[in-house]
């Protein structure tokens, strides 16, 4: 068994490794201490990235409901936005059924229910167009002017990782790896200016927050706080969920090509259910997985006429190939996702902690949030699993409105060209994130048809995305 002493050793290791390799950014997301605990969890890469993913995707949820779900003070869904440990409970029963986690025995973090049941608040209505507006009409676009410049910083880090990617790809030159590192350097300034830009301006809109939060009247604040403690918690967990994601992946990248042989009955079910609307059984599946660099390749035998419905094996092959190249890009870059998310998350907890704090000043008492149960607590041991179907990724005309940090466009920042690295390598093809946390859209010709109740698998975060 690993001595306290030795968990802080390789924790100390870990933390400088990857402080050189992507900055203090991430550094931030480990040294949360509540996240210690997954240094022993035995999570592989499927779980690391199902962490990460279901952080993005909870402060994704957060910043809708921040900044694009109309609002008044009676509005119902201010008093649901945390739900209640008997409601939570079923989505927590569903998760640990989930084939990843039962052959890992890995923690379900709470952000995966989170994200599940912040999908299910939805309004259309309201005197305002969000809950910051309710509290001051100029707090929406100061926080859009925010989140702007931070999604710049975040396609410079993007950059920056490519750069250094393609320049530590075997066959580089050392003229090529001279350019890369030129590069690198430019745009590092260009993120520093970035960075001189944007604080002032959080600066400025967090001091509004406090102020504004301060003269809100009674019942809108209130209202306004009773939806923006439980979304704190969601925050924290979230933030605990991205730094576990930090925490294990060191671990765990030595075993990608396993991780990627358990991902690919996912993609094939997640691609038989969105045309047949049936999710089908994975027993006599027998796929023969190797991986060149990030590209697998993925003979698929042992499944039957009714398992794959009106498309082909040559179909289902050629989509599930695409989705796993995605999957393998997005984990190998995983750490700038995680990067980027604690920033996004840090951003949204000071925003909602100002508004309480203003709110406190003005006579409001705090309260309680809610708390998603653990695994293994009687509510969720005693539930009937919540089983949700899969979304299919090219379906997003019921999607929820997005919130102003994934809506806005951002600036594409410039960028010193790139010295030619050999493509074979994927040198260019690693660094990008968003490619893997979104599943690329199948060619489907038609709607599939609604799922076969008992037939759905549990929904996954990529499922969430809105």
Same mark, same amino acid.
């Given at each position: 068994m690993t001595t306290f002493l030795g968990r802080a050793v390789i924790l100390c290791a870990t933390l400088g490794i990857l402080f050189l390799m992507t900055g203090c950014g991430l550094v931030g997301a480990m040294a949360n201490p509540k996240v210690a605990w997954a240094l022993n969890d035995p999570a592989p890469m499927t779980v690391v990235v199902r962490r990460a993913d279901a952080a993005e995707s909870t402060a994704k949820q957060v910043d809708r409901l921040l900044t694009a779900t109309p609002a008044s003070p009676s509005s119902d869904w201010l008093k649901n936005v945390g739900p209640a440990p008997e409601v939570a409970a079923p989505d927590m029963k569903a998760l640990t059924q989930d084939p990843l986690y039962m052959t890992s025995h890995a923690r379900v973090v709470a952000a995966e229910v989170w994200l599940r049941t912040l999908s299910d608040v939805q309004s259309t209505d309201g005197s305002s167009p969000n809950v910051l507006a309710i509290v001051s009409a100029d707090l929406a676009t100061q926080y859009a002017a925010i989140t702007d410049k931070e999604k710049e910083i975040a396609q410079l880090d993007t950059q920056i990782d490519a750069e250094k990617q393609a320049r530590d790809a075997k066959g580089v030159s050392d003229a090529d790896k001279k350019s890369h590192d030129k590069n690198v350097d430019d745009l590092k300034a260009q993120k520093s200016k970035k960075d001189d830009e944007v604080d002032p301006l959080r600066k400025k809109f967090l001091d509004g927050c406090k102020d504004a939060a301060a003269k809100t009247p009674a019942d809108a604040r209130d209202a306004v706080a009773s939806a923006l403690v439980n979304l704190r918690q969601a925050v924290e967990d979230a933030t605990i969920a991205d730094g576990a994601a930090a925490v294990r992946y060191p671990f765990t990248i030595t075993g990608m090509l396993d991780s990627v042989k358990a991902m690919v009955p996912v993609f094939v079910a997640d691609i038989i259910e969105e045309q047949t609307g049936k999710r089908p059984s994975m027993q006599g599946l027998q796929p023969s997985v190797t991986l060149a660099g990030v590209t697998p390749s993925i003979p698929i035998n042992g499944l039957s006429k009714d398992d794959l419905g009106k498309i082909s094996i040559s179909d289902l092959t050629a989509q599930t190939v695409i989705r796993t190249k995605d999957w393998v890009g997005h984990a190998?870059? #995983?750490?700038?996702?995680?990067?980027?998310?604690?920033?996004? #998350?840090?951003?949204?907890?000071?925003?909602?902690? %100002?508004?309480? /704090?203003?709110?406190?000043?003005?006579?409001?008492?705090?309260?309680?949030?809610?708390?998603?149960?653990?695994?293994?607590?009687?509510?969720?041991?005693?539930?009937? %699993?919540?089983?949700? &179907?899969?979304?299919?990724?090219? =379906?997003?005309?019921?999607?929820?409105?997005?919130?102003?940090?994934?809506?806005?466009?951002?600036? &594409?920042?410039?960028?010193?060209?790139?010295?030619?690295?050999?493509?074979?390598?994927?040198?260019?093809?690693?660094?990008?994130?968003?490619?893997?946390?979104?599943? &690329?859209?199948?060619? =489907?010709?038609?709607?599939?048809?609604?799922?076969?109740?008992?037939?759905?698998?549990?929904?996954?975060?990529? /499922?969430?995305?809105?």
């Open positions: 190998i870059a #995983l750490l700038a996702s995680v990067s980027s998310t604690k920033n996004k #998350l840090s951003f949204e907890e000071d925003t909602i902690d %100002a508004l309480l /704090d203003g709110f406190a000043k003005n006579g409001w008492k705090r309260i309680e949030p809610v708390k998603i149960p653990e695994a293994t607590d009687p509510k969720v041991l005693m539930a009937t %699993a919540k089983v949700r &179907p899969h979304v299919k990724p090219d =379906a997003p005309a019921t999607s929820p409105s997005v919130g102003v940090a994934s809506a806005q466009p951002a600036s &594409p920042p410039t960028a010193a060209p790139a010295a030619a690295a050999p493509p074979a390598k994927g040198a260019k093809a690693a660094p990008a994130p968003k490619a893997g946390a979104k599943k &690329p859209t199948a060619s =489907a010709p038609t709607p599939s048809p609604a799922p076969t109740p008992g037939s759905a698998a549990p929904m996954r975060p990529e /499922d969430f995305n809105p």
